[in-house]
């Protein structure tokens, strides 16, 4: 593995702890061509987004093979016209039998079909939308107040279930569909009629806390709900942002952001994928007792994950002596909020957010948590704080470890006291990426859509190791229970300033700067200086962990790597 990462990256790299060993891929790529309790492998997998798209292709249900409502329940073949058919199966007792059954039958007729790995929901959704259109045959005790209530709390349970970051209500002119964000990731769990979806989005608007607004889904309406469910005996608190806005020709959009709030214990550090330059580089940032940390990201890439395991270390390690003050709107941090004395001034409509930290200032605070720097106010704020010996952690948005610096300076911070010795802790910046469940995942050669958009050829350019030690995502299986992407791990840029860094950031100097940071041989507490997130995410690909796709999705072109960095092509050119 070393090995091949040299020949990768053409310098050393620190190799990943938990990257999985060669015998799990021999026994991996063993399982994948040896027969399946199915009887075969998928030839793909069926991502629920694509349903639509599908049913849109399809000429005619009547191409559909006809079932009885017991095999409806684990398998469904679908007539996509030119694309031919596509046998979707979910895994049951059952589901051997009957495809052994359907595939006779499909074969006796010369259908030629794919077989797809589905789940249950699926197919579920497949059914359900041939009801769906049917709006007429609703009752008005279908779409009242007293069916809604129970719809939506089967609808925040799935997303609780599913570890959710969004739920998405599309009421369209034929019918609604609903979608959530899971791993960053759309998929559809649900379609409704036209009326219901339309019933639903008012039931939640109206039952919002703060609201007492009549819904009018032909305007941009929003909304803070707080729901309290009780899942398996836990008490479990989400907090809802109801965002509402008309849609062209007809219909409208309702996106719930769901936030689970409240106190508990935040991951630690070290599950998170930083790699161990980076931890030490944590580690060191929560050494002394002032200075300012920087997360900067997008929204959903794991900034605020990171933000609470690193206040959750700070409360382990100063074990209530500390006093710990957090401002966030919304408040979406999980923090042990039984150690600490931390106080969460979370009102940031009726006080605003700068009233809310000038507050929270005057309360003898020891680290300061600002859940943004959004304004000059607040930047000004931020830097008093600094100034006057307070920890302080906070994000910013931007997309580089620099654009976060120069961030900072345009709100409000000034240029020579942040690159003043020992104000600056560190930036980081990073973004989440999907993990591949290790029991499934396949390599290259059993990707048999083959890889899309020149992929291939951008790998064979770029990749010098072997291309079969890549993985893709699998077609899902017992372990990961039919969803591949058993979750997520960081891709991370860190910035650890020393003193050449902050004379060339002190001088405005961004090219040098970034040249420096990224041509330094850095080693010691500035090991994890230097390396992009796309470094990082090329480390993790080679070990298995995440796909090339994933990272051309969230990150970069993977061969984008020597464009963006001329310096170090024409280094590795002459050496
Ligand atoms: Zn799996």
Known sequence: MTTMLHRFFGRSQTSLSSAPSMELRKSVARSATSPSVHGGLPDRVVNPAELPLWQNNRTATTGDIPMNQQDRRVAAVLDCGKDGHLLLFAPSATTGRVLAGLEARLGALGVVYTRCATTVEVLEIV???????????????????????????????????????????????TRTCIQMRVHGDLQVVRHLSLLKGMALSRHIFVNANSSGVDFKPEHFQDAK?????????????????????????????????????????????????????????????????????????STGSGKSTTLGSI????????????????????????????????????????????AALRGAMRGDPDIIMIGEVRDNETGELAMDATMTGHKVLTTVHGGSVFDAVDRLIKKGFDRSVLFAEGTLSGVIYQTLLPVL?????????????????????RLRRSYSGDLEDLRFRGPGCDACGFNPIVGRTVAAAFLIPDRNLRQLLLNNDRFAAEEYWRTHDWSGIYAANGKTVLDQALTKMAAGLISPVDIEARVAPIDSQDAREPARFQARVVG
Not at 251 to 268: E, K, M, N
Not at 437 to 456: D, F, H, K
């Open 127 to 173: 059914y359900d939308n041939q009801a769906v259109p049917s709006t007429a045959a609703e009752t008005k005790s279908d779409l009242s107040e007293g069916a809604m209530a129970p719809l939506l709390d089967v609808l925040l349970r799935k997303a609780h279930d599913l570890n959710a970051s969004d739920i998405h209500i599309e009421v369209g002119p």
């Open 225 to 297: 709900i707080s729901k309290t469910l009780s899942i398996d005996g836990e008490v479990v608190n989400l907090e809802l942002r109801f965002a509402d806005m008309p849609t062209w020709p007809a219909g409208h959009d309702v996106t719930l952001r769901v936030l689970r709030t409240g106190i508990g214990t935040a991951q630690s550090i070290d599950s998170l994928g930083y790699d161990s330059a980076q931890q030490a580089a944590i580690e060191r940032m929560l050494q002394t007792s002032t200075g300012v940390i920087v997360m900067c990201g």
């Open 311 to 354: 206040i959750q270390a700070l409360s382990d390690r100063h074990g209530g002596r500390k006093k710990i003050r957090t401002i966030e709107d919304p408040p979406e941090l999980i923090l042990p909020g039984r150690q600490t004395p931390i106080v969460r001034d979370t009102d940031g409509t009726s006080r605003g957010f700068a």
């Open 437 to 457: 469940c290790q029991e499934c995942c396949m390599p290259l050669s059993q990707v048999r859509m083959g890889l899309q958009n020149g992929l291939n050829e």
